[in-house]
T-cell receptor, first 114, second 112 residues
Framework: DTEVTQTPKHLVMGMTNKKSLKCEQH?????MYWYKQKAKKPPELMFV???????INESVPSRFSPECPNSSLLNLHLHALQPEDSALYLC?????????????FGPGTRLTVT | GQSLEQPSEVTAVEGAIVQINCTYQ??????LSWYQQHDGGAPTFLSY????GLEETGRFSSFLSRSDSYGYLLLQELQMKDSASYFC?????????????FGSGTRLLVRP
């Protein structure tokens, strides 16, 4: 099983809402990533978790809050977002941090902030 | 810092061969990865080259020259479904980081 799943597929939220994005993998991977991708741009790294601990935070605004409840799950909690946060949010995993060159991506959550 | 350069767009005919180049500037280098992303889809890992030379996987091959800081992705017997964006990527060497740095992407259009 080389699948990373993400829910929901689409999300529309107002600037005062609180919502969460979910990601799951069952490949036994110990590194998990959140990316933000705007149209016609490469993925932009937000967070890296390694063995359920936050390894990298790319100076992401505090309105984005990651959580890794266990080795298979990764959440991204959203609060008080801005319209410019509208993007495709991708989750990925790799066997370990050292295997970051080979990442498996989920289908993404298309987020629209109104 | 790290930077990667690849052409923004490439057009080719179905059945043909196309090469997508990537040049990189890095303070340290582990290897070069390639990813494919269809419109509306997720990036998919294609290949990784840590050593010089050509790696072949079916219709796709990837090449690396560490001395030239250059690599390419070669797609043979092009099919319409190969129309997608292709990203080269390197691992960030800064502060023992495990961040993958992506190029800006090459949009491949395959014409009938």
């Amino acid at each position: 099983d080389t699948e990373v799943t993400q829910t929901p597929k689409h999300l529309v939220m107002g600037m005062t809402n609180k919502k969460s994005l979910k990601c799951e993998q069952h490949m036994g991977h110990r590194a998990m990533y959140w990316y933000k991708q705007k149209a016609k741009k490469p993925p932009e790294l937000m967070f890296v978790y390694s063995y359920e601990k936050l390894s990298i935070n790319e100076s992401v605004p505090s309105r984005f809050s990651p959580e890794c409840p266990n080795s298979s799950l990764l959440n991204l909690h959203l609060h008080a977002l801005q319209p410019e946060d509208s993007a495709l949010y991708l989750c990925a995993s790799s066997q370990a941090r050292d295997s970051t060159y080979e990442q498996y991506f989920g289908p993404g959550t298309r987020l629209t902030v109104t | 810092g790290q930077s990667l350069e690849q052409p923004s767009e490439v057009t080719a005919v179905e059945g043909a061969i196309v090469q997508i180049n990537c040049t990189y500037q890095t303070s340290g280098f582990y290897g070069l990865s390639w990813y494919q992303q269809h419109d509306g889809g997720a990036p998919t890992f294609l290949s990784y080259n840590a050593l010089d030379g050509l790696e072949e996987t079916g219709r796709f091959s990837s090449f690396l020259s560490r001395s030239d800081s250059y690599g390419y992705l070669l797609l043979q017997e092009l099919q319409m479904k190969d129309s997608a964006s292709y990203f080269c990527a390197v691992r960030d060497h800064k502060d023992s980081s495990y961040k993958l740095i992506f190029g800006s992407g090459t949009r491949l259009l395959v014409r009938p």
